[in-house]
């Protein structure tokens, strides 16, 4: 009795089959993948002042001279718990 090389007709059959299912799916992933409508920002003036944005993005009040110098003057405990956090 002589023993078959190879791989059986079905298995065949069904590897392509499943490659091409493969394929398919690969390649619709791929197209919804790509960017359909791209979004330009608005023109920035390279002159625009600070008076032109909100008040809330840009101005802030910066701290008095005092206060930064000895901002960091003092005791300071390392917090390990959140419950140190009220005391």
Not at 14 to 40: N, R, S
Not at 47 to 70: A, M, N, W
């Amino acid at each position: 009795m002589k023993q078959k090389k190879g791989f059986s007709r079905r298995f065949k059959t069904g590897f392509i089959i499943a490659a091409g299912l493969l394929l398919a799916c690969g390649l619709v992933y791929i197209a919804e993948l790509k960017i359909t409508k791209v979004e330009t920002l608005p023109e920035v003036r390279p002159q625009q002042t600070l008076d032109e944005y909100p008040d809330s993005i840009l101005k802030t009040r910066s701290p008095g001279e005092f206060v930064r110098d000895h901002l960091l003057d003092g005791d300071f405990n390392i917090v390990r718990d959140k419950g140190d956090l009220i005391a």
